[in-house]
């Protein structure tokens, strides 16, 4: 099986939105080998929201919803950070509750690696759609799942539960895109996947998730060993 065919196994995390696979307990990371000599690198995530009009297609959703996924980690992280500098000086009842968010950021860099990971595995082929468009919907789901991360952050005010749940629908939308009928072939489909992708986008910004125009850090894949492939069902 190729490393672009293992991207369609995947089940959902709850009804709706597509699950990735996932790393079996926080000690564990996986990611896709990159043709990089000496194993796995950072995966380059592309400018948040570049100039003119958002980009269309498989790859640039898979590339947009990765780097709406390294932005909630990072905006968590930055934020986990203050926040340990500030329980530090208030006392345990704050460590505790800092104790709860690094569960929250960890389980967003999970997300964020895991859509790394449907970068670098991404088709060269133009005529790959299907293989592409499961990449895009692996990476969506994950950018749903950091989104969530960051809703519960957040406090689930607002501007962060409507961008929690245009993430959803991103992923809905890439998950139809992909589906056994359409793979990746749909122009309706593919259309109203990129408007969901461009809105998750716009959403996550207004959260203050993502800033427009800033460059998202790259995201490291990590490593895979042929044992957790196979733990996996990969």
């Known amino acids: 099986m190729s490393e672009r065919d293992r991207q369609e ?41 570049p100039e003119g009009p958002p980009p269309t297609g498989h790859a640039a959703r898979t590339r947009s919803a990765a780097s709406r996924a390294a932005a909630v980690w990072h ?6 950070s203050d ?9 345990d009842d704050k460590r505790e509750g800092e104790t709860a968010k690094k569960e929250i950021v960890w389980k967003a860099a999970h997300a964020a690696r895991v859509s790394a990971q449907a ?14 468009s499961r990449c895009a919907r692996n990476a969506s789901a994950s950018a749903a799942q950091a989104a969530q991360m960051g809703r519960l952050h957040d406090g689930a005010d607002e501007l962060s539960t ?29 259309a109203r996947s990129d408007e969901a992708e461009a809105a998750a986008v716009a959403a996550a910004e207004r959260a203050g998730w993502m800033r427009p125009g800033r460059h998202v850090p790259p995201v490291p894949t990590g490593m895979r060993s042929p044992e957790l492939l196979s733990m996996m069902h990969l």
Not at 119 to 132: F, I, K, Y
Not at 169 to 180: Q, V, W
């Open 75 to 80: 905006y968590l992280e930055q934020r986990s």
């Open 119 to 132: 970068v670098a595995v991404l088709s060269t082929d133009a005529s790959a759609p299907a293989a592409d």
């Open 9 to 49: 196994h995947m089940g959902t995390s709850h009804p709706g939105v597509p699950r990735p696979v996932e790393t079996p307990h926080p000690g564990v990371t996986q990611a896709v080998e990159t043709p990089h000599p000496g194993g796995t690198q950072p995966v380059e995530t592309p400018q948040a929201t």
């Open 83 to 91: 926040g340990k500098r500030e329980g530090e000086a208030a006392g």
């Open 162 to 190: 409507a961008a929690c749940q245009a993430a959803v629908e991103a992923s809905r939308a890439a998950a139809d895109a992909a589906g056994t009928r359409a793979l990746g072939e749909d122009e309706t489909l593919n």
